[in-house]
Protein backbone atom coordinates (compact mmCIF):
# COMPACT_ATOMS: atom_id res chain seq x y z
CA UNK A 1 0.00 0.00 0.00
CA UNK A 2 2.98 2.26 -0.64
CA UNK A 3 2.53 5.87 -2.04
CA UNK A 4 2.25 4.99 -5.88
CA UNK A 5 2.70 9.10 -6.80
CA UNK A 6 6.22 9.20 -5.03
CA UNK A 7 7.64 6.27 -7.02
CA UNK A 8 6.79 7.58 -10.45
CA UNK A 9 9.75 8.32 -12.91
CA UNK A 10 9.94 11.71 -15.06
CA UNK A 11 8.52 9.42 -17.90
CA UNK A 12 5.44 8.22 -16.03
CA UNK A 13 4.64 11.40 -14.75
CA UNK A 14 4.97 12.35 -18.45
CA UNK A 15 2.85 9.60 -19.73
CA UNK A 16 0.00 10.47 -16.72
CA UNK A 17 0.05 13.94 -17.32
CA UNK A 18 -0.16 13.80 -21.23
CA UNK A 19 -3.03 11.39 -20.60
CA UNK A 20 -4.99 13.68 -18.58
CA UNK A 21 -4.46 16.48 -20.66
CA UNK A 22 -6.18 15.07 -23.92
CA UNK A 23 -9.06 13.04 -22.00
CA UNK A 24 -9.91 16.75 -20.37
CA UNK A 25 -9.25 18.62 -23.45
CA UNK A 26 -11.36 16.20 -25.33
CA UNK A 27 -13.88 16.29 -23.18
CA UNK A 28 -14.53 20.41 -22.85
CA UNK A 29 -14.53 20.45 -26.57
CA UNK A 30 -17.39 18.48 -26.57
CA UNK A 31 -20.65 19.22 -27.13
CA UNK A 32 -22.65 18.41 -24.68
CA UNK A 33 -20.26 18.34 -21.76
CA UNK A 34 -20.67 15.27 -19.01
CA UNK A 35 -18.89 15.52 -16.31
CA UNK A 36 -19.20 12.49 -14.83
CA UNK A 37 -17.42 10.91 -18.02
CA UNK A 38 -14.77 12.76 -17.31
CA UNK A 39 -14.31 11.76 -13.82
CA UNK A 40 -14.20 8.52 -14.52
CA UNK A 41 -11.85 8.53 -17.50
CA UNK A 42 -9.47 10.19 -15.22
CA UNK A 43 -9.90 7.47 -12.61
CA UNK A 44 -9.42 4.99 -14.89
CA UNK A 45 -5.96 6.35 -16.60
CA UNK A 46 -4.50 7.18 -13.18
CA UNK A 47 -5.59 3.28 -12.42
CA UNK A 48 -3.82 2.13 -15.45
CA UNK A 49 -0.57 4.01 -14.47
CA UNK A 50 -0.73 2.60 -10.68
CA UNK A 51 -1.15 -0.51 -12.58
CA UNK A 52 2.01 -0.42 -14.70
CA UNK A 53 3.99 0.38 -11.52
CA UNK A 54 2.43 -3.05 -10.06
CA UNK A 55 0.84 -1.20 -6.86
CA UNK A 56 -2.42 -2.04 -5.19
CA UNK A 57 -3.78 1.06 -5.25
CA UNK A 58 -4.35 0.63 -9.26
CA UNK A 59 -7.30 -2.21 -7.57
CA UNK A 60 -8.82 0.20 -5.51
CA UNK A 61 -9.28 3.26 -8.28
CA UNK A 62 -10.45 0.35 -10.63
CA UNK A 63 -13.41 -0.43 -8.59
CA UNK A 64 -14.37 3.16 -7.95
CA UNK A 65 -14.37 3.07 -12.27
CA UNK A 66 -16.14 -0.06 -12.40
CA UNK A 67 -18.89 1.80 -10.63
CA UNK A 68 -18.57 5.19 -12.35
CA UNK A 69 -18.56 3.33 -15.76
CA UNK A 70 -21.46 1.09 -14.86
CA UNK A 71 -23.41 4.32 -14.56
CA UNK A 72 -22.88 5.86 -18.04
CA UNK A 73 -23.23 2.43 -19.29
CA UNK A 74 -26.53 2.28 -18.16
CA UNK A 75 -27.58 6.01 -19.76
CA UNK A 76 -26.79 4.35 -22.44
CA UNK A 77 -28.63 1.15 -22.34
CA UNK A 78 -24.91 -0.87 -22.95
CA UNK A 79 -26.57 -3.30 -20.38
CA UNK A 80 -23.79 -5.71 -20.92
CA UNK A 81 -21.20 -2.91 -20.24
CA UNK A 82 -23.31 -1.93 -17.18
CA UNK A 83 -23.83 -5.62 -15.93
CA UNK A 84 -19.92 -6.63 -16.74
CA UNK A 85 -18.42 -3.73 -14.80
CA UNK A 86 -20.53 -3.99 -12.22
CA UNK A 87 -21.16 -7.66 -12.09
CA UNK A 88 -17.86 -8.81 -12.90
CA UNK A 89 -14.88 -6.52 -13.12
CA UNK A 90 -15.70 -4.72 -9.84
CA UNK A 91 -15.83 -7.78 -7.30
CA UNK A 92 -12.99 -9.15 -9.68
CA UNK A 93 -11.10 -5.76 -8.72
CA UNK A 94 -11.73 -6.30 -5.13
CA UNK A 95 -10.79 -9.78 -5.27
CA UNK A 96 -7.32 -8.51 -7.38
CA UNK A 97 -6.65 -6.15 -4.02
CA UNK A 98 -6.67 -8.92 -1.80
CA UNK A 99 -4.23 -11.25 -3.72
CA UNK A 100 -2.27 -7.88 -4.74
CA UNK A 101 -1.85 -7.30 -1.09
CA UNK A 102 -0.79 -10.91 0.21
CA UNK A 103 1.58 -11.58 -2.69
CA UNK A 104 4.01 -8.11 -2.68
CA UNK A 105 7.42 -8.19 -4.57
CA UNK A 106 11.01 -8.81 -2.94
CA UNK A 107 10.90 -4.40 -2.19
CA UNK A 108 7.51 -4.73 -0.43
CA UNK A 109 6.65 -1.79 -3.03
CA UNK A 110 4.55 -3.14 -5.70
CA UNK A 111 2.81 -6.90 -6.57
CA UNK A 112 4.78 -10.07 -7.24
CA UNK A 113 4.48 -11.32 -10.67
CA UNK A 114 2.98 -14.82 -11.09
CA UNK A 115 4.54 -16.67 -14.03
CA UNK A 116 0.62 -19.04 -15.92
CA UNK A 117 0.70 -22.42 -14.90
CA UNK A 118 -1.54 -25.14 -17.38
CA UNK A 119 -4.34 -24.99 -14.60
CA UNK A 120 -4.58 -21.20 -14.81
CA UNK A 121 -5.31 -21.62 -18.48
CA UNK A 122 -7.36 -23.98 -18.19
CA UNK A 123 -9.54 -22.15 -16.04
CA UNK A 124 -8.98 -19.29 -17.90
CA UNK A 125 -10.39 -21.00 -21.16
CA UNK A 126 -13.31 -22.96 -19.09
CA UNK A 127 -15.28 -19.98 -16.98
CA UNK A 128 -14.46 -17.54 -19.73
CA UNK A 129 -16.46 -19.43 -22.25
CA UNK A 130 -19.24 -19.74 -19.70
CA UNK A 131 -19.16 -16.44 -18.66
CA UNK A 132 -19.47 -15.06 -22.39
CA UNK A 133 -22.50 -17.76 -23.08
CA UNK A 134 -24.45 -16.93 -19.61
CA UNK A 135 -23.72 -12.93 -20.25
CA UNK A 136 -25.15 -13.21 -23.72
CA UNK A 137 -28.04 -15.02 -22.94
CA UNK A 138 -28.61 -12.02 -20.77
CA UNK A 139 -27.74 -9.41 -23.19
CA UNK A 140 -29.98 -10.70 -25.78
CA UNK A 141 -32.80 -10.83 -23.04
CA UNK A 142 -32.29 -7.53 -22.64
CA UNK A 143 -32.18 -5.85 -26.24
CA UNK A 144 -29.02 -4.97 -25.98
CA UNK A 145 -27.45 -2.75 -28.85
CA UNK A 146 -24.11 -3.89 -30.72
CA UNK A 147 -24.92 -7.35 -29.00
CA UNK A 148 -21.69 -8.80 -31.24
CA UNK A 149 -19.37 -6.45 -29.74
CA UNK A 150 -21.14 -6.25 -26.21
CA UNK A 151 -20.41 -9.84 -26.05
CA UNK A 152 -16.68 -9.69 -27.27
CA UNK A 153 -16.04 -7.11 -24.19
CA UNK A 154 -17.20 -9.60 -21.76
CA UNK A 155 -14.98 -12.11 -23.38
CA UNK A 156 -11.76 -9.59 -23.42
CA UNK A 157 -12.77 -7.75 -19.54
CA UNK A 158 -13.03 -11.49 -18.48
CA UNK A 159 -9.97 -12.09 -19.93
CA UNK A 160 -8.09 -9.04 -18.35
CA UNK A 161 -9.58 -9.27 -15.05
CA UNK A 162 -8.35 -12.69 -14.24
CA UNK A 163 -5.08 -12.20 -15.97
CA UNK A 164 -4.47 -9.49 -12.96
CA UNK A 165 -5.68 -11.29 -10.30
CA UNK A 166 -3.95 -14.18 -11.07
CA UNK A 167 -0.56 -11.19 -11.20
CA UNK A 168 0.23 -12.28 -15.10
CA UNK A 169 1.80 -9.73 -16.74
CA UNK A 170 -0.46 -10.50 -19.89
CA UNK A 171 -3.39 -9.04 -17.93
CA UNK A 172 -2.12 -5.45 -19.52
CA UNK A 173 -2.64 -7.33 -23.07
CA UNK A 174 -6.34 -8.31 -21.93
CA UNK A 175 -7.42 -5.02 -21.17
CA UNK A 176 -5.66 -3.25 -24.08
CA UNK A 177 -7.87 -5.87 -26.64
CA UNK A 178 -10.72 -4.82 -24.12
CA UNK A 179 -10.02 -1.13 -25.39
CA UNK A 180 -10.27 -2.10 -28.97
CA UNK A 181 -13.76 -3.58 -28.48
CA UNK A 182 -14.82 -0.45 -25.98
CA UNK A 183 -13.72 2.09 -29.07
CA UNK A 184 -15.87 0.62 -31.15
CA UNK A 185 -18.74 0.45 -28.97
CA UNK A 186 -18.48 4.04 -28.18
CA UNK A 187 -17.66 4.89 -31.68
CA UNK A 188 -20.98 3.25 -32.50
CA UNK A 189 -22.94 5.00 -29.34
CA UNK A 190 -21.20 7.88 -31.20
CA UNK A 191 -22.72 8.27 -34.11
CA UNK A 192 -26.43 8.22 -32.35
CA UNK A 193 -25.65 10.76 -29.95
CA UNK A 194 -22.04 12.67 -30.20
CA UNK A 195 -22.11 13.62 -26.54
CA UNK A 196 -20.28 9.79 -26.02
CA UNK A 197 -17.22 10.92 -28.55
CA UNK A 198 -14.95 12.00 -25.41
CA UNK A 199 -15.75 7.97 -24.29
CA UNK A 200 -14.20 6.68 -27.01
CA UNK A 201 -11.01 9.07 -27.20
CA UNK A 202 -10.75 8.41 -23.71
CA UNK A 203 -10.45 4.68 -23.99
CA UNK A 204 -7.95 5.49 -27.53
CA UNK A 205 -5.97 6.81 -24.13
CA UNK A 206 -6.35 3.62 -22.41
CA UNK A 207 -5.28 1.37 -25.01
CA UNK A 208 -2.16 2.98 -25.23
CA UNK A 209 -1.42 3.45 -21.44
CA UNK A 210 -1.82 -1.15 -21.14
CA UNK A 211 0.25 -0.96 -23.76
CA UNK A 212 3.02 0.72 -21.36
CA UNK A 213 1.99 -1.10 -18.72
CA UNK A 214 2.82 -4.69 -20.27
CA UNK A 215 6.18 -3.07 -21.40
CA UNK A 216 6.92 -2.66 -17.59
CA UNK A 217 5.59 -5.81 -16.37
CA UNK A 218 7.58 -7.56 -19.45
CA UNK A 219 10.58 -5.25 -18.60
CA UNK A 220 10.35 -6.01 -14.29
CA UNK A 221 9.70 -9.71 -15.08
CA UNK A 222 13.00 -9.98 -16.60
CA UNK A 223 14.38 -8.91 -14.01
CA UNK A 224 13.50 -10.97 -11.47
CA UNK A 225 14.02 -14.33 -14.31
Known sequence: MSNPIASLTKKE???WICSLCIIIISNFLSESFNSLILIAACVGVTSLIFAAK??????ILMIIFSVL???????FRYWGEMITYLGMTMPMAIWSTITW???PA???KEVAIQKLKPKHIFGIIIFGAVTTWVFYLILSALNTPN???STISITTSFLAASLTMLRS???ALGYAANDIVLIV?????????PAYIPVAVNFTIFFFNDMYGFVCWKKREAMTC
Open 106 to 108: ANG
Open 147 to 149: IVF
Open 169 to 171: SYY
Open 13 to 15: WGV
Open 54 to 59: GNVWAQ
Open 185 to 193: LWVLASIEN
Open 101 to 103: IKN
Open 69 to 75: YGIISWQ
